[in-house]
Each structure stands twice: as C-alpha cells, then as structure tokens.
T-cell receptor, first 114, second 113 residues
Framework: GAVVSQHPSWVICKSGTSVKIECRSL??????MFWYRQFPKQSLMLMAT?????????EQGVEKDKFLINHASLTLSTLTVTSAHPEDSSFYIC??????????FGAGTRLSVL | GDSVTQMEGPVTLSEEAFLTINCTYT??????LFWYVQYPGEGLQLLLK?????DKGSNKGFEATYRKETTSFHLEKGSVQVSDSAVYFC????????????FGKGTRLSVIA
C-alpha cells in the first residue's frame, strides 16, 4: 500500500498571505499524486495531477498561478495557495497513486482564510 | 462527463441495523467502482471495489455489486456497529483506478448503541 502524510491538518491565515501544504508518501515512491478540494457537503473535486519532475496538470477552471504545485521528489508534493482569500477556504486533500493501482489519501488540510 | 450520485445523509442507525447507501453513476465507458470510507480525523481509505459488471466487492462485512443494467453500486451491511460511524464516498475511475477518481458527495453514517 502507501501511507500518506499531509501537513498541516489545519491552518488559519490572513487574506493576502500564502500557505503551503505538504503531501508525503511515507513508504511508496509516487510518480503521480493528486490534489483534490472539498467544499462542505460537496464532492471531492480534482484540482490537479502532480507529476514528479515535471509540471502539474491542472483541471479546467483551476488557476495554476494561484495554486502552485511542486513535486520535486518521489515522496513529496506541495500545494501553495498564493495570496489566499476567504473564497479559498476549503478542505484540501492529496492522494498517492500506489500499489495495485489504488489511490491512498492523506487526512486532508482545512484552510481558513480570514 | 462522468458523475456519481449517492444518497444524501446523514444516516442514523441503531447498532445491528441493516445499512444501504445508494450510489448510481454516469460514465461514457466501463468504469471501475469504489467505496471509500473516512473515519473522523483520518484520510479516505478504500473499503471495497469492483472492476467489471456483476463483480461483488466486499470487506469488513460491507458489500457492493456492480450493476451495469442499473448503473448502480449500492453499499450494504447486514449489521452495523458503532465503529462503522464515518463518511462513505462512492467513486468511479474510467481506467481501472489509475486515473483520478470522480466522487459522490459522501454520506455520513452515525451508528448509535
């Protein structure tokens, strides 16, 4: 399988600041990680596919300059929300595509922008 | 595009009651179907899956059968426990799981003693 650690689990920031969320694959080398966003009582929506050593692939409607993704190693992908605003408040979840073609998920990061 | 519709929650049941959480899907091809569970404070965990029509996925007493004719993948358990309290997500993937998942909205289950 794969154990996925996501940090922080909860962050509060002021409007206009940037926030970095880390997603680590602890026991599996992940060439592909996914970043999802979940609004209250809504589905998880795919934001982007993070590819190790190359640029992330963003879903339609997701601003790549606002949600910066870096996948510099096989065990770490980061999502940076730049110049965060209250409408960016949400639950962000990463997943690792691991053994047996199964996705393993982090516990999520709740972002609150004041 | 592909989509998943699952019953709205929350669902509250007494211990040992029978559970059904309905899930239907829309897909252009022949997707793989999944149920994920999220316990409080934890990440989503795969509960069970089915990759082709008439397959039955099962785990921890939960079952779901891939019904192509009704495009459904309903989750069932004969006797729920308090420890089953969690949020359950139905999901599909067009390519045997190695592509991003399309999720339903999730159904919160609370089991009371």
């Amino acid at each position: 399988g794969a154990v996925v650690s996501q940090h922080p689990s909860w962050v509060i920031c002021k409007s206009g600041t940037s926030v970095k969320i880390e997603c680590r694959s602890l026991d599996f080398q992940a060439t592909t990680m996914f970043w999802y966003r979940q609004f209250p009582k809504q589905s998880l929506m795919l934001m982007a596919t993070s590819n190790e050593g190359s640029k992330a692939t963003y879903e339609q409607g997701v601003e790549k300059d606002k949600f910066l993704i870096n996948h510099a190693s096989l065990t770490l992908s980061t999502l940076t929300v730049t110049s965060a605003h209250p409408e960016d408040s949400s639950f962000y979840i990463c997943s690792v595509f691991g053994a047996k073609n199964i996705q393993y998920f982090g516990a999520g990061t709740r972002l609150s922008v004041l | 595009g592909d989509s998943v519709t699952q019953m709205e929650g929350p669902v509250t049941l007494s211990e040992e009651a029978f559970l059904t959480i309905n899930c239907t899907y829309t897909a252009t091809g022949y997707p793989s179907l999944f149920w994920y569970v999220q316990y409080p404070g934890e990440g989503l965990q795969l509960l069970l899956k089915a990759t082709k029509a008439d397959d039955k996925g099962s785990n921890k007493g939960f079952e779901a059968t891939y019904r192509k004719e009704t495009t459904s993948f309903h989750l069932e358990k004969g006797s729920v426990q308090v420890s089953d309290s969690a949020v359950y997500f139905c999901a599909l993937s067009e390519n045997s799981g190695n592509t991003p998942l399309v999720f339903g909205k999730g159904t919160r289950l609370s089991v009371i003693a």
